[in-house]
């Protein structure tokens, strides 16, 4: 089957020109001014613009959560990333503790396979790193084509690995030739102001985001920076938000240091005063929370100065309905009844709102 | 009883000049060119300098390790302060898991009360911050007139606190007007170094040093830094060795922040190539560790430029026979023989070795 | 002659004691508690402060500028002085173009030989520097006392030097033991801001603010820092207004280097709000002008971390009649006719407002 | 005309595939898996790279200089760079003083139009910028299609601007839409350091090195982002060399600023070691000098990090003979002779020894 895509505009990473596209199979083979081939499928581009397939390198699709699971599933996430034009996304697989990579990845394959109308792929997310962990890092790397190792330093007692675990993961997966990526917050101290307004009663979803302060971020970028230094392995900081936290990688890459950074849509365009409303507030939880005017800024002059390298979507939604579990767990706090072990503070966690309207 | 100490050059925080200085029971009632007064002892110091006498902030006398003790006591070690000028020691008082602040320092008093030949006081260290503990911390400071309370981010499993409890503990220090001070390396990331030297059968006195880079203290006295910051509460960084350490502190000082630094003297005149003999290099072996050459150098700069207000000893002596425990321990790991909890590169951890000839 | 202060509060550097003070001539020759000494004065302090005597090292007394002195004499200035407890004020030689530092000095001694009624020292300003005034370095040193030698980054075409003669000045006063104190700001920018201002017809006081903004002393202080460090000669900047130099100046700190820092009064309490006014603005021009709350901020962190050592006044006093000669030239500006060469924008430039008002 | 490249691995800025390229006349008309095509001409590519062609950004053709040229024409220039595979090249035109940018373009296309082989452009340095100037920029950008206005912060009384030349240019070429490039050494410190080592008879070419110092270029690369900065014009530094200069602009990236940085293979691959010979060393002698392995190692590290974002040759050779002239000058400078204005120091400045082999 081969399809001719005709006059269009033709934006590359590096180009900008009218021509045309032609496609055999799933290839495109050739691209040029008028060219002389036949095709099944002839498609008139004049005057539109023609973009390559988009990849968004972070999405949580039908993620388990407190009992419910993120709102799209493999087959609805991919079919809604076509709509915007993304042929490609990237799920993260999360080992449960006491799980094997191996397991927790035909977890995800489970839900996924034969589902998807879109390119996809993994990160794996190793929350317990421990020696029978470190033997699966090569047969990711080598058996199943997964070179990205997710690390939370957020969610103490869920995912969050403490900076021993961190050192040895770097070292084997510098070994085995991949890439560490990080959720970077402190999670100590998110855990600390956590209790501290539960106990307080401060349950409105401001205070999830005085929860997380820029410190708590900027830190932990920093620190996560420092190990990947002191091991040589290559880093990744996901949905970066603040100036603290790029200052920090900014500092990093005086010694010669290249650390990849990650932020996404909703911290560019959105700020922490939304918040500012009663639960309607809460749909814009995610973790970390929406910044300030002069966070956005910062993060444009990290993309225009080359410092921040992908804006992607951490696409993980949740219906109305599943946020409003936060709201009971809320009133359970009120009413000294505890709730499971992760609160509400990290369970509504993510969740761009644009995506619960689906 | 009265002591005349007749024109000595006398050298004080902001004076140098030639006086007699009258002293009536314990306090200096005068000073002055020819003072008319009468003495029961007349000392001539013509020719001499008279200093006041010299505060150590950083002792630890008769400190309880592993089934031994630090080999001066309170009153050996009060005495041999003495002989170099120092008239008063502050020494560390170290909460026991599970023990209140109240029965620590009970502890310490039994073996300080009335056999010191000098002054002396306490920091009190806690290592077990919990609600309890919290509400002692108003006792210190009011009925104990202990305002400063240490804290350690290494020693996982023994004297380490977590970000949780360091957050914890500052809000309600700096709420009772004390101060926090801090060991601040990374606990996490020496524990995997020292685990890994050990497996790797790596146990002489060079991997110590090896086991605590210079990273694993700039990245504590940042993070301790911010946390500082954020609670408001005054900080202050005892036995800081390195440049990193103390350029993660003058970066914080941008943010109108004072973090108080203290470096010892075996910082300032030793370095890390005394660690490159055989078990000979253990005399030198103190956490943390001795460092380069550059390092002295930004110490003294630190000082310098009014960034280390403090120089102090980290007295914390062990014989020669004490250190050799060290070696038995490490011959234990070589034969697969389990030690107790706390090995080998901690046990002999401080110690500056003119002490031990004593 | 002498004189007993009994019983006051007696407060130096470094304590804080009740106790009686004798002085014979001009010399403390005893503190102490009851002094048995007979004195031909008395003076009873009980319940006040005493204070060592205050040194200010930034004064312009009868400068001579644009036609007219500076309202205070050495006279009148050591006298206001000693009103507020100064005893001693270290006034500025300026060396004219041509002229050689010897005839310099012997113009400042003229006007304040014999006139004081406090204690006085000189910096001397060095704005031609040649191969004669090189030569003239060892004299000032080692003939008249004079170790300071102060430098103008700004007033092009008048006192300023370039870095050239910088350099050279440097190198030379290293030698000789002395220092180099500098007023830290980019002349050619201001030059280009003024003019460019004047050329625009703004002639109000907020254009003698918005000629000199933050980023021309900021420039500056790092630049000076950076031909101190270079030369190994002792630094010393005057008058600091902004967080960017002082930031620039904790840059330099990095590299084991020491720049001394003044500010002065005004810029600590009040702030650039002042010139939103119209010509009754001008009673707050000087330069550098005031800033903002930040920089106020920033200043008093300095203080507080000990990278800010010093407190001046800069005190340089024109009458209400003197400013109003700015008036005149901003209106021959606005009717083409050209003024001497040092414009409005220096020429109104230093005064402390509090002194006009003597 | 056309041409068929077939089946050659093409390397681009995004992309790397093995296929077939059409070019008719100068435009490449189509790229794909054998393209079903006609041509003139049939080049079969197998197994050999296919690169666009490159563009030097920095070159100096038959460029003036003491009364002699660099050695490549226009014409020999534009040839070697085609053997390399260099299609563009991008030369400087130079205004002298007093003369119009109108007419130091003439000049310059006087040398160039009709005798090159390959395709060229011009940036034109501003090196008397007063109101004739100022009016010129917008005619060069509109007319002649030229936006880059190089600057030198070094070479006084001859290439060299002042900070307010710099600013007043910078303010128009911004309200014109284009960019300020720069030459970024402090041309005063560098001065009084070669007339030092001249007057010390250190003519050796270490001494061109040392006359140059790290500091000159770093100080004038954070003043050039200071004023680029104020000003909100881009900026461009050429010819980078060292971690000072770089440190300064990645400083300068904290206020979201973007200043683009430009250094040359020379600086990448060679040090300053090679000035360690005698008269030999004079085929290294180039402005700013070759700098230290750290400095290498930054560099490289800025282009990992997209800091570093040209690479270019500042190719502008001289042939041995030239060379030798600046021994000539050598010589005079020892038996007193003044040569013309612009010494030795300066004249043989620039020059990429291979050039000099041609």
């Known amino acids: 089957m081969s399809i001719l895509i005709k006059n269009g505009r033709i934006i590359t990473a590096a180009d900008d020109y009218v021509a045309d596209i032609f496609i055999e199979g799933e290839t495109i083979s050739a691209i040029g001014k008028n060219l002389p081939v036949q095709a099944d499928t002839v498609i008139d581009a004049t005057g539109k613009l023609v973009f390559p397939g988009g990849i968004d390198p972070h999405v949580h699709l039908a993620m388990p959560f407190m009992g419910t699971f993120s709102s799209d599933t493999h087959e609805t996430g991919t079919r809604a990333a076509l709509f915007g034009g993304t042929t490609t996304v990237i799920d993260f697989v999360l080992q449960k503790q ?3 990579l191996k ?14 109308v879109g390119d ?6 190793v929350t317990d790193f421990n020696e029978d962990t470190k033997a699966e890092i090569k047969v990711m790397v080598e058996e199943e084509g997964i070179t990205s190792f997710k690390t939370f330093m957020a969610y103490k007692g869920a995912l969050m690995i403490d900076d021993r675990q961190m050192i040895g993961l770097m070292q084997e997966v510098k070994k085995q030739g991949g890439m560490v990526t990080v959720h970077a917050t402190n999670g100590d101290v998110i855990d600390y102001l956590t209790a501290k307004h539960r106990s307080e ?4 979803p401001l205070y999830h985001y005085l929860s997380q302060p820029e410190v708590t971020e900027a830190e932990a970028s920093g620190r996560f920076s420092d190990m990947a230094d002191y091991t040589g ?6 949905h970066m938000t603040c100036e603290g936290a790029l200052n920090a990688v900014r500092h990093a890459t005086r010694r010669n240091q290249k650390v990849f950074v990650e ?3 909703q911290y560019l365009v959105l700020d922490a005063s939304l918040y500012e409303q009663n639960f309607e ?4 939880v995610m973790s970390p929370p929406l910044r300030e005017k002069k966070d956005q800024q910062s993060l444009w002059a990290g993309i225009n100065q080359g410092l921040v390298q992908v804006v992607a979507t951490d696409h993980c939604p949740f219906m109305w309905e599943q946020k409003l579990m936060g709201r009971m767990i809320s009133r359970k706090f009120r009413t000294g009844i505890q709730p499971s072990k992760i609160g509400w503070n990290c369970s509504t966690a993510r969740g761009f709102t644009k995506a619960t309207s689906r």
């Open 233 to 238: 392995c290559p880093g990744y900081i996901v």
């Open 98 to 100: 006491g799980q094997s």
């Open 281 to 284: 507030g809460a749909k814009w």
């Open 120 to 125: 996809y792929s993994f990160h794996i997310a």
């Open 263 to 265: 932020t996404c849509i």
């Open 103 to 116: 397991d927790a990845l035909a977890d995800w394959n489970s839900r996924a396979r034969g589902t998807t």
């Open 201 to 204: 009663g401060k349950l409105t």
